[in-house]
C-alpha cells in the first residue's frame, strides 16, 4: 500500500467529515481503506457491494469533489469489493463492478484481489475455535420445495426462493422478505430454503428462528449480561432465517440488535431471509433504519392462491397421504376455502380423518359440514354490521333505536360502546365508523371511544358491559 494513497485518503476523509453527519462519516466512510493509487486514480477498498452501491448512490459528488481538490481534474475513482471472512478460509471475494454503472467518475476498474491473510483484516469477533461449535438449524425436513406447490400465487418469491437457496448471499435478493397474510406458506417456504441449502452447501451454518424466540434470547441475554455473546453468536450465522418479523413493532431493543446483526451479516456477504405478515410499507413501529434494510433485497409476496393452486395443493396432500377423494368433493372445497392454505389443509385432514374413522364415504354433504366449520371460523373477523347488532341485543334494542338520535343516556350508551368496539375490532377510519352508525362525524366517534376509556376506569357497571360485549367478539 502506498503512503501516497493513504495520505491522499486522508485529506479526502477530513474534507467529507466536515460536510456530512458524523454518524454517516462513521458508518459509510471510516470502514473504506485507500489501496492504492495511479496517476489520477486512488483505488479504495469497501466491504461489500451494497456498500459501494450506497456510497454511489449517496456520496458520488462529494466523493467527487474530494478527490478532485486532490488530484486535480481527471480524479478517478476505484473501488475494490472485498468481503471479509468472518471465519473459515474461504477465499476472499472481489468482484468487478460492471463498467455500464452509474458511476460518474469515470469508468471503475477491475483490481488485483488482495491477499486474503492481511493482518488488519481479521475479525476480532471470531472466538477461537468456535467454527467447531455446531449450531442446529432448526429447520423443519417436511417443509420443503418438492411440497411446496407451485401457483400464480407464488411463483415469485418461490423462484426467489430458490435463487437464494443456489447462491445463498450471492444474489441481490439479500435481504429476502417474504411476506403475505396468514397460512399462505411463509414459514414453510422459510424453511425449504434453509432446507435446500443445507443440502446444497451441508457446511454453511444455517438459523431459522421465529422473531418472538428471537426477541426472548435477547432479553435473557440483557438479563444475564451475555449481550455481547448474544450479538456475536448471531454474527457468525451464514443464513438467518427469522420468521414473522412484525413481531418486533414497538420492541426498540430487539430491533437495535437486529439492526447491528443484519449489518455484520449483509455486509460480510452472508443471507438474510425474513417473513413478515406485512409488506415493508405497512409495517408499524419498525425503526425506520430497519425498513430501510428491509426494502435493500427483494421483497415478495405470497398472495391468496388461486383455484387451481388450490386443487393441486389438496390433491398432493391426498396424493401423500394415500387417500382417494371423489372430484367433486375436492372441488367444493377448493372452491369454498379460499384466503387460507392452513384451513384448506385443515378441512381436507378433517374430510380424511371423518372418512376413516367412520368408515363411512366421504359425501358432498359431509364436506359441506366440515367446510362450513372451517369457513365460519375464517369468519372471525367482525364487521361494523355485526357489533352493532351484537351490542343492540346485549340492551335489548334494536339496531335502529341504537343508530337513532335520541340523547336517552342508556341509548347513547349503546351507541358509544358500538363504536368503541368498532374501532377496536376493524380495520375502518373514524369517519367510515361514524358513518355507518347513525351517520355520525368522526370528531363523535373519537369522543364516543373516550368515553368508553373514561367509563371503564370510573365505572363498575359499565366495566361489566364491557367484559360482557368483548367475549362475545373474541
Ligand atoms: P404462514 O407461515 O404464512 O402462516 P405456513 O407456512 O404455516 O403459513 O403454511 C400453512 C400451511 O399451508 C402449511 O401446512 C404449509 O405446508 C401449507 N402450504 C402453504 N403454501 C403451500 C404450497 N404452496 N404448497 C403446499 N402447501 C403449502
Ligand atoms: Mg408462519
Not at 103 to 114: F, H, L, N, R
Not at 455 to 461: N, R
Request: proline residues 4%; charged residues 25%.
Amino acid at each position: 500500500m502506498s503512503v501516497s494513497a493513504i495520505s491522499v485518503w486522508e485529506n479526502c476523509l477530513a474534507f467529507i467529515e466536515d460536510n456530512i453527519q458524523p454518524q454517516a462519516f462513521k458508518t459509510w466512510f471510516l470502514p473504506i481503506k485507500p489501496v492504492k493509487l495511479t496517476d489520477k486514480s486512488l483505488s479504495i477498498q469497501v466491504p461489500s457491494k451494497f456498500f459501494y452501491e450506497w456510497l454511489e448512490e449517496h456520496y458520488v459528488k462529494l466523493l467527487k469533489v474530494a478527490l478532485t481538490r486532490e488530484l486535480g481534474e481527471g480524479a478517478k475513482l476505484v473501488y475494490v469489493i472485498k468481503m471479509e471472512n468472518t471465519y473459515g478460509n474461504r477465499e476472499p471475494f472481489t468482484e468487478k463492478i460492471p463498467s455500464s454503472n452509474r458511476g460518474q467518475m469515470g469508468p471503475q476498474e477491475m483490481d488485483v484481489p488482495i491477499k486474503s491473510k492481511s493482518p488488519e483484516l481479521k475479525n476480532p469477533f471470531v472466538i477461537p475455535g468456535i467454527r467447531n461449535i455446531k449450531i442446529e438449524s432448526q429447520l423443519n425436513p417436511n417443509y420443503n420445495f418438492d411440497n411446496f406447490l407451485e401457483g400464480d400465487s407464488n411463483r415469485l418469491a418461490r423462484s426467489a426462493g430458490l435463487a437464494v437457496a443456489n447462491k445463498p448471499g450471492g444474489t441481490s435478493f439479500n435481504p429476502l422478505l417474504i411476506f403475505g397474510g396468514v397460512g399462505l406458506g411463509k414459514t414453510h417456504l422459510a424453511h425449504a430454503i434453509g432446507v435446500e441449502i443445507k443440502d446444497k452447501y451441508p457446511e454453511r451454518t444455517v438459523l431459522y428462528i421465529s422473531a418472538e424466540k428471537f426477541t426472548q434470547q435477547y432479553i435473557e441475554s440483557v438479563k444475564k449480561n451475555t449481550r455481547n455473546d448474544f450479538i456475536h453468536f448471531y454474527q457468525l450465522i451464514d443464513v438467518l432465517i427469522i420468521d414473522d418479523v412484525q413481531f418486533l413493532s414497538g420492541k426498540s431493543g430487539t430491533q437495535d440488535v437486529f439492526f447491528h446483526i443484519f449489518n455484520h451479516l449483509h455486509q460480510n456477504g452472508k443471507q438474510v431471509i425474513l417473513t413478515s405478515d406485512k409488506a415493508p410499507v405497512d409495517m408499524q413501529d419498525i425503526e425506520q433504519r430497519l425498513l430501510s434494510r428491509f426494502k435493500w433485497g427483494l421483497s415478495a409476496e405470497l398472495q391468496s392462491p388461486d383455484f387451481e393452486t388450490r386443487i393441486s395443493i389438496l390433491k398432493n396432500k391426498l396424493y401423500r397421504d394415500g387417500v382417494e377423494m371423489p372430484e367433486e368433493i375436492i372441488d367444493y372445497v377448493a372452491k369454498h376455502i379460499k384466503s387460507n392454505i392452513r384451513e384448506l389443509e385443515g378441512a381436507i385432514i378433517s374430510l380424511i380423518a371423518q372418512s376413516s374413522f367412520n368408515k363411512k364415504e366421504v359425501t358432498l354433504d359431509l364436506a359441506q359440514q366440515v367446510v362450513e366449520k372451517f369457513v365460519k371460523n375464517t369468519k372471525r373477523e367482525v364487521s361494523i354490521d355485526y357489533i352493532q347488532k351484537v351490542v343492540s341485543d346485549y340492551f335489548e334494542m334494536d339496531v335502529a333505536t341504537l343508530q337513532s338520535k335520541t340523547r336517552k343516556r342508556h341509548i347513547v350508551q349503546a351507541r358509544q360502546l358500538a363504536m368503541f368496539f368498532a374501532k377496536k375490532y376493524t380495520k375502518a377510519s373514524l369517519a367510515s365508523i361514524g358513518s355507518q352508525i347513525g351517520k355520525r362525524d368522526h370528531a363523535t366517534v373519537l369522543h364516543a371511544c373516550k368515553t368508553v376509556d373514561n367509563l371503564a376506569e370510573t365505572d363498575k357497571q359499565f366495566r361489566k358491559y364491557i367484559e360482557d360485549l368483548t367475549k362475545k367478539f373474541s
